[in-house]
């Protein structure tokens, strides 16, 4: 009997074809760009929205699949929604101007995130392996 070790399977682009992301981005240019990146993956656009107060509300309203979140929306932070939305299962890409991980609380140090300005490629595929059918 011959066994066969199990590849190890990368998600692909196809995994998140579908998807309903929310973005939250107070910046109008980047918004554009994460809405042009998750579009050409094939993901339906919640947002952007550009208030804290807007992420639960749109969450609550069109039940995304995942969401990409800037830290700092008009002054104000995102981790005071974070823990509702992963107490939801939600899959969050955190998204920030700085890359400094001591800006983020500890207990949401190990939420994936990217820094801005993003890496078109290494955006993409974070997207994939968050948003990936699971």
Known sequence: MVLQ??????????DIRGRRI???EDEAMIALDLESV????????????ANV?????QCEAHH???ALLDINL???????????LIEQGLPVIITSGYDDVT??????????????PFNQTALRDLCVTVFGKR
């Open 22 to 24: 929310l973005i939250a």
């Open 5 to 14: 070790e199990s590849a190890i399977v990368s998600p692909s682009p196809d």
């Open 74 to 84: 008009r002054g104000k932070q995102v981790f005071s929604v974070l823990p509702q």
């Open 103 to 116: 800006l983020i609380p500890q207990v949401f140090r190990g939420l994936p995130r990217i820094s801005k």
């Open 53 to 57: 107060e807007d992420i639960a509300q």
């Open 64 to 66: 995304p699949d995942g």
């Open 38 to 49: 998750l579009q050409d993956l094939g993901c339906e656009i919640i947002g952007p929205v």
